[in-house]
């Protein structure tokens, strides 16, 4: 997420804080009702954010599209709450693969250069800045994904760790977000998919109101500081 987005939801956030914070009572009915008043909330603020941020999209898009041949976003299948397969928007910053699909290895989440380095040079900034995670605001606004909440995965992948790994299914108990507690953990690309699976389960299981606005906090840090 980029520094100018991260700070816009803050700002946007922090003011409803009080209002919602109610709603975040411990008992299981009341957690459904504030994560659905979170949900909310987040798609008003992802169309808020995206109609802000239209020059910088405009200017991203055309910087994507001058690039290298191929289009402006990249569509990839993903798994969100539920299991529900999805469509997950960014900014391409590579160009088209002509080889096999990338394994990867055993008991490590896929995510980050994968195989051959096929980043463009425009791909390398975004993908420094994050800038190519963008378009995933269309997702929260369509209410596929969230702010924050565990990190989607390809359908393939997802079937493997769940067969592998112990309570990754779990995951999918909430909506999918655009950061969450493990990759501001540093369970960010191709690290272990157990201990993000931990995170994602530790995150859920102790969601705030709060807790979001820290994750989103720590997320502007991370940015600033350039995290691929």
């Not at 979170?38 to 239209?54: E, M, N, P």
Request: contains cysteine; glycine residues 10%; charged residues 20%.
């Amino acid at each position: 997420m980029s520094p100018v987005l991260s700070l816009l939801l803050l700002a946007l956030a922090v003011p409803m804080s009080a209002a919602l914070l109610a709603a975040a009572a411990p008992a299981v009915q009341a957690h459904a009702v504030a994560l659905e008043a979170k949900y909310l909330v987040g798609r008003c603020l992802a169309f808020v954010a995206l109609v802000a941020l239209l020059p910088l999209l405009a200017g991203l898009a055309l910087a994507v599209r001058l690039s290298s041949c191929g289009p402006v976003l990249f569509k990839q299948r993903r798994v969100g709450e539920g299991g529900e397969v999805f469509e997950m928007l960014k900014f391409r910053s590579m160009r088209p693969a002509d080889g096999a699909a990338f394994v990867p290895a055993a008991g490590a989440a896929p995510g980050g250069v994968e195989g051959v380095d096929r980043r463009t040079p425009v791909g390398r900034l975004l993908r420094r800045s994050s800038l190519d995670e963008l378009p995933q605001l269309w997702n929260v606004v369509r209410g596929d994904m969230a702010l924050v909440g565990p990190r989607p995965e390809r359908p393939e992948h997802v079937t493997r760790f769940a067969a592998e790994v112990p309570g990754y299914a779990q995951r999918h108990r909430v909506r999918v977000g655009l950061t969450g507690l493990a990759q501001v953990q540093g369970s960010r690309g191709a690290t272990c998919i157990a201990t993000r699976a931990d995170l994602d389960n530790a995150y859920i299981a102790d969601w705030s109101l709060g807790l979001d606005l820290r994750i989103l906090g720590r997320t502007v840090g991370a940015v600033l500081r350039g995290a691929e």
